[in-house]
Each structure stands twice: as C-alpha cells, then as structure tokens.
Nanobody, 129 residues
Framework: QVQLVDSGGGLVQAGASLRLSCVAS????????MGWFRQAPGKEREFVAA???????SSAESVKGRFTISRDNAKNTVHLQMNSVKPEDPAVYYC???????????????????????WGQGTQVTVSS
C-alpha cells in the first residue's frame, strides 16, 4: 500500500522560510518522480515544483528562485525548501508521486496533476504579513 505523508506546514511570516517534507512508503521511491502542488481556497490546484528520478527538476515561474525541491532516495523523502515566502503562497501543499520508466528518467518531470499516481494528505501553509 502506497502512502505519502506530508509535513512541515505551519504559520510563517512573509519573507521567512519553511521546509516541507514528504515521506513515501510502499513504493520503490527512486523509480518515481516527485512533485509538489498547492491549492488555495477557491482556486484550482496548481503545480509548484517537481523532481525526476534523475534529480532533474522544474518549478513554476511563481516560485522560481525562491522554492527548491530536493530528494533523498535513502530516506524515501522529498523536500520543498520555501524561502522568501510571499503573501500569495498560502495554500494546502500536497506531494505527489509518479512512476517514471528509466528511459524517461532524464526528462523534465511532469507538471500536470493528473499525471501523478499517488498523493499525500496535504500540509497547510499560512503566511502572516
């Protein structure tokens, strides 16, 4: 049974940093691309960042230069380092996993939510100004 457990959310001041984590179990982690998505109230879920099994990563324009995704295959964990948090960043943040064949391991990781196979329960990020 695949399980993704998101954590690390909370209240953070604008301009500060926060680190989200997602621990995966029940899958061979290194064969999966991992992504972070977020959903604010009244808005659709949107792509934040993703990292392929080859550690090639991509991120949304809105977070480029501020958020960094990384993975630790030994710990089945993906992180989202959020720096210079802005008032427009509050949302529930979800991690997601998608199986990637080895032939596609060097490609840009997927950024569409419907491409992903498994989802975490989400962790709330709130920003105070």
């Amino acid at each position: 049974q695949v399980q993704l457990v998101d954590s690390g959310g909370g209240l953070v001041q604008a301009g500060a940093s926060l680190r989200l984590s997602c621990v995966a179990s029940g899958l061979f982690f290194s064969n999966y691309a991992m992504g972070w998505f977020r959903q604010a109230p009244g808005k659709e879920r949107e792509f934040v960042a993703a990292i392929n099994r080859s550690v090639r990563s991509s991120s949304a324009e809105s977070v480029k230069g501020r958020f960094t995704i990384s993975r630790d295959n030994a710990k089945n964990t993906v992180h989202l380092q959020m720096n210079s948090v802005k008032p427009e960043d509050p949302a529930v943040y979800y991690c997601a996993a998608k199986f990637i064949p080895s032939s596609q391991g060097m490609s840009v990781p997927p950024s569409r939510d419907y491409d992903y196979d498994y989802w975490g329960q989400g962790t709330q990020v709130t920003v105070s100004s």
